[in-house]
Structures are given as structure tokens and as C-alpha cells.
């Protein structure tokens, strides 16, 4: 599988500022996802990311709050902006694999996120 | 509203038996199945896909799909407590909707 990193690891926000976290893959893929996991809970998809379009975003999620850049096939970043607590989060992009004809999802180690 | 549904769990199952998973989805006409690891403070790692009903096999792993009854199960023979993880079943294609996971706890 691809191999996937993310920076930070991990950061410590103040409230109203924003983050922006890195996702490099070492191959070309064509869909970037990225998803949010909460303290505690499951992981939620917050929207998919194809070079070329804009980010299709997820019921809950707004460009405004989680504006996403995908430059080209093998980067992608995700910003949370205007951070409150409630952004407090692991997020983690991932990306499709095709090579064995069906799609499957591999994770980056993710982005551990509080906000004070 | 597509939806998954796992129990929380905790499993807890010796080491050397096998752990059974469960998994069940509302979306109908869902085509994909996975199975992901996620140990604490680690991202999720696939462990099994499976695409169509019956089981699929992969060395300790078996992962079942039932479609008419909307259901997937993981099994996982001869557990050891490297094991010991949370299960997450995710469904979808592309888009996956993950359930809350199966913390699974194989002791000594």
C-alpha cells in the first residue's frame, strides 16, 4: 500500500486561530479523503478530495470551516479554521488504493489536535 | 442516513481462542466491506476487505458477509493479545461509514 504521512503529528491551538495539516502520499492517487475523529468516537468522513475539482464536502462540514487544497496527486492539506474545544480531534487523511481493481482506504498516522 | 452498528464492546476472549466481531449496516445496496485495526493512539490499518457473500479467508482472519441479512462478522482464530485492538467496520464505496468499533481484549 501507499505510504502516507501527515504533519504535524500532533499540535496545541488557542481558540479562534486555525491549523493547517499536511498530507503527502508517495505515489499518485487520484481520491484523497479526509475524515475526523473524535475523542472517544468513530471516525467521520469531513470530505473527498480530487486534484483538479473542488472538495466535496459532507452534510456538517463547510468549506469555510475545513477549506481543503489538493495542488496535485500526491498532496493534499486540510485547514480547521476558527478553532473552538469542539475541534479537538484526530484527523486523519487517507487514500483510495485501485491496483487490486476494487477500491480500499489506507490511513495516514493522522493529526492529533486539541484546542484550548 | 446510512448507519453501522458495532458493539462497544469490550470482547474479552483467552489467548488461543477464536474471536467473533459483528457488524451491521442499514444501506441496502452497500457493495463494499471492511474491517480496520486500530490500536490506541494509532490510526486505523485495513485488515480485510470483502466484497461479496460468504466468507474470505486470510490466514487468522475470516471475514463473512450476509447481504439479505445486512450483516459482517470478522473472526479471528487462535487470538493473541497483540491482537487486543478496537475493530472498526467501515461500508462503502469511496465514502465509507465507519461504526463505532469492537474494543477486543485478548488476555495471557
Known amino acids: 500500500s501507499a505510504v502516507i504521512s501527515q504533519k504535524p503529528s500532533r499540535d496545541i491551538c488557542q481558540r479562534g486561530t486555525s491549523l493547517t495539516i499536511q498530507c503527502q502520499v508517495d505515489s499518485q492517487v487520484t481520491m484523497m479523503f479526509w475524515y475526523r475523529q473524535q475523542p472517544g468516537q468513530s471516525l467521520t468522513l469531513i470530505a473527498t478530495?480530487?486534484?483538479?475539482?473542488?472538495?466535496?464536502?459532507e452534510s456538517g462540514f463547510v468549506i469555510d470551516k475545513f477549506p481543503i487544497s489538493r495542488p496535485n496527486l500526491t498532496f493534499s492539506t486540510l485547514t480547521v479554521s476558527n478553532m473552538s474545544p469542539e475541534d479537538s480531534s484526530i484527523y486523519l487523511c487517507?487514500?483510495?488504493?485501485?491496483?487490486?481493481?476494487?477500491?480500499?482506504?489506507?490511513f495516514g498516522p493522522g493529526t492529533r489536535l486539541t484546542v484550548l | 442516513q446510512k448507519e453501522v452498528e458495532q458493539n462497544s464492546g469490550p470482547l474479552s476472549v483467552p489467548e488461543g481462542a477464536i474471536a467473533s466481531l459483528n457488524c451491521t449496516y442499514s444501506?441496502?445496496?452497500?457493495?463494499?466491506f471492511f474491517w480496520y485495526r486500530q490500536y490506541s493512539g494509532k490510526s486505523p490499518e485495513l485488515i480485510m476487505s470483502i466484497y461479496s457473500n460468504g466468507d474470505k479467508e486470510d490466514g487468522r482472519f475470516t471475514a463473512q458477509l450476509n447481504k439479505a441479512s445486512q450483516y459482517v462478522s470478522l473472526l479471528i482464530r487462535d487470538s493473541q493479545p497483540s491482537d487486543s485492538a478496537t475493530y472498526l467496520c467501515a461500508v462503502g464505496f469511496q465514502k465509507l461509514v465507519f461504526g463505532t468499533g469492537t474494543r477486543l481484549l485478548v488476555s495471557p
Open positions: 487517507s487514500v483510495e488504493d485501485k491496483r487490486t481493481g476494487v477500491s480500499t482506504q489506507y
Open positions: 444501506d441496502r445496496v452497500s457493495q463494499s
Open positions: 478530495a480530487n486534484q483538479g475539482s473542488e472538495a466535496t464536502y
